[in-house]
């Protein structure tokens, strides 16, 4: 659940309380009223992230456009980096231009906060990305969270470390930070645990022992479900004070004879957990592993890794595989996903789930999980070992694929919101998806089209752009799915205004298609060809187009939603040249079809062009009640450029019934919601721009420019959730 409305920003509702931390928020305050860039730095399991947000929470009232946090931890392609960051603030990339290049220009003029969290496995570029945005962008402040500087001359730096473990001969909990901590998430994980003295005695053991790392602290305290607090405190000592050496030779033959299947599902409790090699810790030498001393940071890391091999020790051996198996998703993942992908040879996964989380092996997030990055580091050796790793990515691709395939065949159909949602939140592993197999294989062509609602739907294009394009240039010409991927990128092309690019990749996807017998695909391309018409004034040649396409979705003997859209884009072009009666009778056929189906996108599409046809009949009540429509859904499903094109029409409408307030005010409206998506201009289809500067002239002569000015201001400062419920009044 979002902390705040969608357009001041994202920042995660916190799912656990946050203890200490005091000072670090308070210097990081001060840098950022100092300096646009400040990078927090620490080893893995410190709380950066928890910093960086908890700071921004603070300090949000003073960024009047948000602050925005990217998760960057599971990403690794840095080509993508705009386009990843684009897709968090809400802009909608309609442009062929660099993607660095239209962030930073729809930046410019904002003030806003932005965290780019976890970047140390993106360095080169979130290195130039910040320089880019920061150098064009002075409203923006960044903070930063990874193992490393960025290494800029301007960037500030906040390290943080573990909590100062409690001193051995005081054990106050209201001053000590880990200590603290610890009592935290150890009363959720033992409900009526006894905090006299012995027990913050023991409890202050485990969390000098663990270096005060949070995580570890975290982790720990979550083992209370299986161990007394006592005997916790004792294993610690033991699992610290035995070398790697010492810990092998209590092993029994029998984990000697286990195959790393075995070993890793835990079947003996003799020798269940880590391995020997992987554990790390201290003795009176000092930190060391098998290699010798180590480094402070390599020490808080081998102390993270050890107190991850206890809590895998405790699990129970389904509980063991799955963290393990867990580990290949970049991103958040719902129950649903890690049965498909993790389940094999498991049973009740969601049971074995929420065990997880409550061992804090998991992080619950809104709709799942979230695996803690140093978990996920663990598990990932584990898979290594085990030779599960391609296997599992395998079975990764395959889930993400039938995701796509059932979120293309139900966009046509009531559960819309749900799919769109859904394609969001799943857009690191879609990501993960699409880069980790061969560009050319027949999973990677069907993958990349089947998102098209991902790419053209819900602003995504930039990088659709991207993945499709380096699908196209590896996949053979008889693949069946290239027909699809060629007009995906086709439509893509013309929304970004790329028209003979996206003419020629249409006129392949058409040829492709008829050479495979694939009508749906053919009736697709010849729907986009109309609309490239449409856009290139060619407006004869539209109707023809439409009634191909319209034949080929006929042959194909299925329902798609290219028909509405064929319908909608005959009733454009029929608009265009002034036939409004025709463009309202087909725009109605319109809603019949898209209603019976449940469909609300395609519909609100049509809507909007209904609201101008009927207008120009001179019918301005059932204008507004069209264009109400398409604001309604297209507000719910964020579409920020849909709603400013609905919100404009209003403003005609205004206009036309000679109301100059109401028109000024919704046109301040228009272009704050056009700053809110990245749109350039108007926003307008071609041609349909006049309307609007025709209805400006008239609430100018109706009001006099200051009280235009006031209006419009005041539409432009509103709340974008009040100034859209104004707007559908």
């Known amino acids: 659940m979002e902390r705040n409305p969608w357009w001041r920003g994202n920042l995660p509702a916190e799912t656990t309380g946050f203890v200490g931390r005091e000072s670090e928020i308070r210097e990081l305050l001060k840098l950022l009223a100092e300096t646009s860039l400040v990078t927090v730095t620490g080893a893995g399991g410190v709380g950066k992230s928890r910093v960086a947000v908890r700071a921004a929470e603070e300090c949000q009232g003073s960024y009047p456009d948000g602050a925005w946090l990217v998760e960057l931890s599971g990403e690794r392609d840095g080509d993508l980096l705009a386009h990843i960051v684009a897709a968090a603030l809400g802009l909608r990339e309609q442009s062929a231009r660099p993607g660095g290049e239209v962030l930073a220009e729809f930046l410019a003029g904002k003030n806003l906060l932005l965290i780019l969290d976890g970047c140390e496995h993106l360095p080169d570029a979130c290195r130039d990305l910040v320089t880019a945005v920061l150098a064009g962008a002075p409203g923006v402040r960044i903070i930063v969270t990874s193992r490393q500087p960025l290494g800029l001359a301007w960037e ?60 570890a602290v975290e982790l720990a305290a979550g083992l209370l479900r299986t161990l007394p607090l006592e005997r916790l405190a004792e294993r610690s000592e033991e699992w610290f004070r035995a070398s790697p050496l010492e810990r092998l030779a209590g092993r029994s033959e029998e984990w000697f004879r286990a195959s790393p299947v075995e070993r890793l599902a835990g079947r003996s409790e003799k020798w269940s957990g880590a391995s020997p090699v992987e554990r790390r810790g201290e003795r009176s030498g000092g930190p060391y592993d098998d290699r010798g001393p180590l480094s402070r940071p390599e020490s808080l890391h081998a102390t ?107 966009w046509y159909g009531p559960g819309q919101e749900g799919w769109a949602a859904r394609l969001n939140s799943a857009g690191t592993d879609l990501r993960r998806a699409l880069g980790s197999g061969d560009p050319s294989s027949p999973l990677s062509v069907e993958l990349a089209g089947r998102l098209w609602p991902l790419w053209l739907c819900l602003g995504r294009s930039g990088e659709g752009r991207h993945h499709m ?58 729907l986009q060809l109309a609309v490239h018409a449409l856009s290139v004034g060619a407006f004869d040649e539209v109707e023809p187009g439409i009634e191909r396409a319209r034949e080929c979705f006929r042959r194909a003997g299925r329902a798609t939603v290219g028909e509405p859209l064929a319908l909608v884009t005959l009733a454009m072009a029929v608009t265009w040249r002034g036939e409004f009666a025709r463009a309202v009778s087909t725009l109605e056929e319109v809603q019949r079809l898209c209603d019976a189906r449940g469909e609300r996108w395609a519909r609100a599409c049509g809507d909007y062009v209904l609201s101008i046809a009927r207008l120009g009949l001179g019918r301005a009540a059932g204008a507004a009640a069209a264009a109400r429509q398409s604001l309604d859904v297209k507000w719910r499903l964020r579409d920020t450029a849909g709603v400013a094109l609905a919100v404009d029409q209003l403003a005609v409408i205004a206009a036309v019934e000679g109301d100059g307030y109401r028109t000024a005010r919704l046109q301040g409206t228009g272009a704050r919601l056009r700053a809110i998506s990245g749109l350039r201009g108007s926003g307008c289809p071609q041609g349909m721009s006049e309307p609007g500067t025709v209805a400006e002239r008239t609430a100018r002569q109706l009001l006099g420019d200051d009280a235009y000015d006031a209006a419009f201001a005041e539409g432009h400062d509103d709340d974008p959730g009040s100034a859209v419920a104004y707007a559908l009044a």
């Open 156 to 215: 500030a730096l906040l390290p943080v470390g573990p909590f100062e473990p409690p001193a051995p001969d005081a054990v106050g909990p209201m001053t000590d930070d880990a200590l603290r901590l610890f009592l935290d998430r150890a009363r959720a994980a033992a409900p009526g645990l006894e905090t006299d003295r012995a027990a913050l005695m023991s409890a202050a053991r485990i969390c000098r022992r663990l270096d005060g790392i949070p995580l």
């Open 304 to 410: 993270l890794r050890t107190v991850i091999g206890w809590s895998h020790e405790l699990c129970g051996p389904g509980e063991r595989l799955l963290s393990a198996r867990l580990s290949v998703f970049a991103g958040d993942f719902d129950a649903e996903a890690a049965g498909w992908v993790c389940g094999d040879g498991l049973t009740d996964v969601p049971v074995l789930l929420a065990g997880l989380a409550d061992r804090a092996l998991l992080a619950r997030v809104p709709g799942g999980y979230r695996q803690p990055e140093a978990v996920k580091e663990y598990g990932r050796r584990r898979l290594a070992r085990l030779g599960e790793e391609a296997g599992l990515l395998r079975r990764h691709r395959r889930y993400h694929l039938d995701l796509a395939r059932r979120a293309d065949a139900g």
């Open 469 to 526: 394009g380096r699908v196209i240039d590896a996949a053979p010409g008889a693949d069946p799915g290239l027909p699809r991927l060629l007009w995906a990128d086709g439509c893509v092309a013309i929304a970004e205004g790329d028209l003979e690019r996206g003419r020629r990749r249409l006129e392949a996807a058409l040829s492709a298609a008829l050479d495979g017998d694939d009508h749906t695909a053919a009736g697709h391309a010849r």
